[in-house]
């Protein structure tokens, strides 16, 4: 024989128990979708503002590149780690990275 889950107490510590359980899973729900409308929220402004970056220095990037100058090439990638947004940069042309 399995033994039974034993609620002690009336009626009124059945109610509180099935009240805040409803409460515990509401709470739960409405977490996880804000965790995820957070998330994808800052994806867009994450995309937004390295689209932006890409857009400040992409013409000195395309004039290091094409002049082949590291030392132009080198304070445009400071310039993009100086950011919180970007992890890493490095500029390639065909003949290897500057």
Do not use: K
């Amino acid at each position: 024989m399995t033994p039974r889950l034993r609620i002690p107490g009336g009626i009124v510590a059945r109610s509180t128990l099935v009240v805040m359980a409803v409460a515990v899973s509401a709470g739960l729900i409405g977490l996880t979708f804000a965790g995820r409308l957070a998330e994808r929220w800052e994806a867009q402004r994450l995309r937004r503002s390295l689209a932006d970056l890409a857009q400040v220095v992409g013409p000195s990037a395309g004039a290091a590149c094409y002049t082949e100058d590291a030392t132009l090439a080198s304070q445009v990638v400071e310039g993009l780690l100086a950011t919180s947004d970007v992890g890493g940069a490095e500029l390639r042309t065909s003949a290897g990275t500057l």
